[in-house]
């Protein structure tokens, strides 16, 4: 199990947070979401050998929520 955390810039508000994590828990592998507003940032803990990061990188752009950075949590 891998835990990340993704810079987010554009998350502003609760609704984006919903997006975001709409966005992600669907995608095979992941565990949890845990948006944090007003640090833009998202937690996510996930099954690094079913989930990758750059698919949750493509459908969090897809939704246009570009990720800016991502560092180990």
Do not use: F, W
């Not at 565990?31 to 459908?59: F, G």
């Amino acid at each position: 199990m891998s835990k990340v955390v993704l810079n987010v810039p554009d998350i502003s508000c609760q609704h984006c947070a919903k997006t975001v994590t709409e966005t992600l828990t669907p995608i095979q592998g992941v565990r949890t979401v845990q948006v944090d507003v007003p640090a833009k940032q998202v937690q996510v803990e996930y099954d690094d050998a079913v989930a990758s990061l750059d698919a949750m990188k493509a459908a969090l752009q897809e939704e246009d929520y570009p990720v800016a950075s991502a560092v180990p949590a």
